[in-house]
């Protein structure tokens, strides 16, 4: 579990570095078998979309991290990354907004941002 809570929170901080709109990260274990996670985050563009979802890979790559597939890249509108125990969501804003996930996963608990945002700057 501990690397679980490590690869969501490395996942969390390289979609940072690029600038992603409004992250979201649910603890989905509870209520489904398929995955520990889900990380919802949007892009400004097809193109933000496609180059987080390329960062996003080499960086996990990198630290040792291989998903297990990947698909939507081409397009650019939403992008599904699956690692396993978490599951990333990449979409460009107004496919975010119209297929709405944080709605459907009303139930999970949310995984509060601020507090890793205080680790990162060392006040937590």
Same mark, same amino acid.
């Given at each position: 579990m501990q690397?679980?809570?490590?690869?969501?929170?490395?996942?969390?901080? #390289?979609?940072?570095?690029?600038?992603?709109?409004?992250? /979201?990260l649910f603890n989905v274990s509870e209520l489904?078998?398929?995955?520990?996670?889900?990380?919802?985050?949007?892009?400004?563009?097809?193109?933000? /979309?496609?180059?987080i979802t390329r960062d996003l890979r080499k960086k996990m790559r990198e630290n040792g991290f291989r998903p297990y597939g990947i698909e939507g890249e081409q397009e650019g509108r939403w992008v599904l990354m699956?690692?396993?125990?978490?599951? #990333?969501?990449?979409?460009?804003?107004p496919y975010r907004e119209f297929y709405d996930l944080e709605?459907?996963?009303i139930e999970a608990p949310r995984v509060n941002l601020d507090d890793e945002q205080?680790?990162?700057?060392?006040?937590?």
């Open positions: 690397q679980t809570i490590y690869k969501a929170k490395l996942s969390l901080k #390289i979609i940072k570095e690029r600038q992603a709109v409004d992250p /979201v489904t078998s398929i995955t520990d996670y889900f990380l919802i985050v949007g892009g400004n563009s097809s193109r933000q /979309v496609q180059a699956d690692y396993g125990d978490i599951v #990333i969501h990449i979409f460009h804003q709605g459907l996963w205080k680790e990162e700057n060392g006040q937590g």
